[in-house]
């Protein structure tokens, strides 16, 4: 049975920083991508990054990019994403994400198929 833990949201000022960790079990992770996606209220949940089984990593939107970073350690089951000069508008649920098959990429639809956490929740006051 697949599972992923996320930890690492909470309440941080503009400005800030968070990591966020993801913990997968239930299967081999080395041989997935892994990836993280946000909802924020009212709105569609959206791609945020991915990291290949390999480690190589895409980030979505150029708001995000120079400011967000994924990476993955293979020796703990766990992917991170760590979030540099967090504005309000990054206020969001986020979730880690599976895909559902080994080898293949994360899809940048609003749920693709795959296992999801629970989901952390980030606030970022202005």
């Known amino acids: 049975q697949v599972q992923l833990v996320e930890s690492g949201g909470g309440f941080v000022q503009a400005g800030g920083s968070l990591r966020l960790s993801c913990v997968a079990s239930?299967?081999?992770?080395?041989?997935?991508?892994m990836g993280w996606f946000r909802q924020a209220p009212g709105k569609e949940r959206e791609f945020v990054a991915s990291?290949?089984?390999?480690?190589?990593?895409?980030v979505n939107l150029d708001s995000l990019k120079g400011r967000f970073t994924i990476s993955r350690d293979n020796a703990k089951n766990t992917v991170y994403l760590q979030m540099n000069d967090l504005k309000p508008e990054d206020t969001a649920v986020y979730y880690c994400?599976?895909?559902?098959?080994?080898?293949?990429?994360?899809?940048?639809?609003?749920?693709?198929?795959?296992?999801w956490g629970q989901g952390t929740q980030v606030t970022v006051s202005s």
């Open positions: 239930g299967r081999s992770f080395n041989n997935y991508a």
């Open positions: 994400h599976q895909p559902a098959f080994p080898l293949s990429t994360v899809v940048d639809t609003p749920t693709p198929r795959g296992y």
């Open positions: 990291i290949t089984w390999g480690g190589a990593s895409t």
